[in-house]
Structure formats: C-alpha cells, structure tokens
C-alpha cells in the first residue's frame, strides 16, 4: 500500500480535504477577511435561538424520532404548501436530516447503483461528487455557461446515456448564485420524464432570492412523482451550525432515502428541530429582513470587485459571486488564492474545485457576501493594493 493512498478507499481518493475547511483554517491561520466558506457572521435571529434553548431546557435532549420530530416534519409539509402549493403527507413523505449534507448522501447511497450515473450542473458543489463517489455511481457534467451561467438543453441532451439515474439540480446556485429560470427547469423535467429518471433538487437557498424567483422542480408536470426535494434551516435563518435539513419525497422514494439515513447519522440535533419547527411556523417573518440585508451586501460586494477591475456577473440568489480574476493580471485561481492572504489578507475559494472543466474553472474565484457590511468593506479596502 503506497504512503499516499493508506487506508482510504479508491473512491474517495481525491476527496481527502473540502476546500472550505482548508480556506477557513488559512483564514484564522494568517488573520485574514474570510469571504470563503460561505458561513454568516451574524447569526439568525434571537428569537429562534431563544426557542432552541427553551428546547433544551424543556428536556428535548435526547434521541428524537428517525424520521424527525412530528413538530417538523408538520412545518416542512406546511411551508412547502404555503410557498410552492406542494402537497407532502408528513408522516411517510417529508425526513429530517442531518443538514442538506446528509440529505444528499442519503439520497444518492439509496437510490444509485454501482455504476449509475448522476447528472449535475457544474460547476457544482463539492459535496455531490463525493458523495456521487462514495455511492459508486459516476457523475456526468452539464456546464452553465456563461457570461449569464445559462444552461442549455442540448448539453443537458448530450449528457443522458444509459446508465443515467439522477439528475441534480441545484438551484439558487453555488457558486454561480443563478435561480433557474422556469424555461430551464421545463428542458429538466422534460429530459426527466421522457427518460425516466430521478431527480434530486438541493434547494438550500430557496429563500435567498434578490432577482426572479425559486422555482422547485417537483412543481413542475410530471416531477412530484420522481423527485426528492432538499433543503435545509441552515441558509434560510443563519443557523448553519445546527445542520438541521430536510426531504421531502413521495412514500417509497422517501423510504429509500430514510434506510440510508438511518445507517448514516440516525437522528440528530434534537432541540434544534424544534426551534426550526417553530421558525418555519413563523413564514416570512424571519426571512424577509434577512434577504434585504444579503441583496444590500450582494451589491456592496458586487460593486467593490467591479471597481477592481474585475467583471461581475450580479448574483440572482445564494450568497456568492463568481468572478474571473484574469483582469487583476492572474490566469491561475488556486494561485491566486493562495497569494491572497498573504498579500491583502483576504481569503476566497478557487473555483476549479467546482470543475470536471479544469480550464474553465482555471481563471476563476468565488467570494462570499453572507459577511456584515463593514467586514465586506474592509476586505476591498485590502484588495486595493491589486489594482491596475
Ligand atoms: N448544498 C449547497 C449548494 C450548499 O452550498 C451547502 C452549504 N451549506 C449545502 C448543500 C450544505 O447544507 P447543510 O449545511 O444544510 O448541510
Ligand atoms: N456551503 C458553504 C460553501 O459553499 C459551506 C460548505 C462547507 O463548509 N462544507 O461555502
């Protein structure tokens, strides 16, 4: 056995580090302005964290159901009525999960076969080709492409084989920050449909919209039946260290999904479900100023790396915005990055991690704005001295 594999599996050679962990370590290491991982730093609102102690001091500190508690699973049902008129019977069509993460591995362990393969828009998040991986199935790429990250259905065509099981759609978009507009999602559910197949929806951003609107593809004719919808509490509220998430999927697509579930996590943050319970209860009471913020900070940061030099498409949704840093005199994003903290103390993500398309990805940096105004500021004040 060669020192570098040691014991780790052939499928997760190549998955040894997310680049998140790696550019938030640099960032503490070297006492940089984090705009990489995207995480806030302003957490959710108080009266959701004062439900989530009340919880624990309510006793709520034990194992909860395997499905999630009853509580929940009523609210995710109730918000996927109030919002997208979707009909999910609480008992045996909405789980919760450990975050979208775990909704996402679950869904691919269960539903894949070795040698399956599962279509996704890139550049995609990293997590979908490890875990693509670790369910032994192949992943086939469906570019965005740009300026306007659009994708076109003959890429979409032109990836469907055989052995395709699922596709994988995720929408707001990370990185590009796109919300899918509903022509897109029509050329999804139609390749779908007349191919039979599976789709899984990351929807983790569904209420972090400034432009247009979410649209979730099981809405569209034909996709209730063969698709699991994700999300999570994580995005929606700035809670992203609870990781509570959720499915929701008719019976025996969720029944697959739970049998994975069950063997990953079991059961997790007990006291958390039942402060996210109680804020998706509340609707858009605790959304809408969320989203006011995150739009004002997408156009401070947007305008700052335009003033750079840089060309900025403005994000529609998400909390990133991509850009091509080869105006600022770098061909190279990894490089790039990796000058940044040492040169502005700044830290940023580079792109290529989101690219099978190696030259694509190349040129590119991911920033995130999910950060507060004067953070946001002093990071382009640092970035002056890359000025041309
Ligand atoms: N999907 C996407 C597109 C994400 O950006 C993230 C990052 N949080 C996740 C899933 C993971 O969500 P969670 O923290 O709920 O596991
Ligand atoms: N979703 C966040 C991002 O894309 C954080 C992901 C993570 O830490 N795994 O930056």
Redesign the pocket.
């Known amino acids: 056995m060669t020192a570098r594999a040691g014991y780790l599996s052939s499928r997760l050679q190549g998955y040894t580090t997310t680049i998140f962990a790696e550019m938030s370590a640099l960032a503490l290491a070297t006492g940089s302005v984090n705009l990489g991982q ?1 995480f806030p730093d302003t957490d959710g609102p108080e009266e959701i964290k004062r439900w989530a102690i009340d919880a624990i001091e309510a006793g709520h500190n034990q194992y909860p159901p395997g499905k999630g508690i009853a509580e929940l699973r009523r609210a995710v049902a109730a918000h996927q009525r109030l919002f997208y008129g979707l009909d999910y019977d609480p008992e045996d069509e909405v789980l919760v999960t ?5 909704a ?1 591995a679950a869904s691919l362990l269960a539903l894949c076969e070795v040698g399956d393969e599962v279509v996704m828009l890139e550049p995609y ?1 990293d ?1 979908y080709a490890a875990c693509t991986a670790m369910a032994g199935a192949t992943r086939r790429i469906v570019p965005l492409r740009g300026p306007g990250w659009r994708l076109d259905p003959a890429d979409l065509a032109a990836a469907i084989g055989p052995r395709t099981r699922i596709v994988l759609v ?1 929408s707001p978009h ?1 990185p590009s920050g796109r919300v899918l507009g509903r022509d897109e999602l029509d050329a999804i559910a139609r390749v779908c449909v007349d191919n039979d197949l599976l789709a899984v929806t ?1 929807e ?2 569904e209420h972090l919209v400034y432009e247009g609107e979410h649209i979730p593809l099981a809405s569209l004719p034909g996709m209730r039946e063969r698709t699991v919808s994700i999300s ?1 509490a ?2 929606t509220f700035s809670f ?1 260290g609870w ?1 509570v ?1 959720w499915a929701c999927a008719p019976a025996p697509l969720l029944a697959a999904v739970r049998t994975a579930k069950q063997f990953l996590t079991y059961v997790s943050s007990a006291p958390f479900q039942h402060a996210i319970a109680a804020a998706l209860d509340a609707g858009d009471r605790h959304i809408a100023g969320t989203v006011a913020n995150l739009r004002a900070r997408r156009d401070q940061l947007c305008a700052g790396l335009a003033e750079l030099g840089l060309e900025v498409v403005r994000p529609e949704g ?1 909390y990133f915005v991509t850009t091509d840093v080869r105006p600022l005199g770098f061909d190279d994003g990894p490089e790039f990055c990796r000058m940044l903290p040492a040169r502005c103390a700044v830290v940023a993500i580079p792109s290529v991690v989101f690219y099978d398309d190696r030259a694509a990805g190349r040129p590119l940096v991911r920033w995130t704005f999910c950060k507060r105004a004067d953070v946001i500021d002093d990071a382009l004040t640092r970035l002056q001295v890359l000025r041309r």
């Open positions: 995207g450990a975050g979208a993460t775990e996402i998040y997590a995720n990370n990351d983790v951003y999570s994580g995005k992203t990781k998430g998400a």
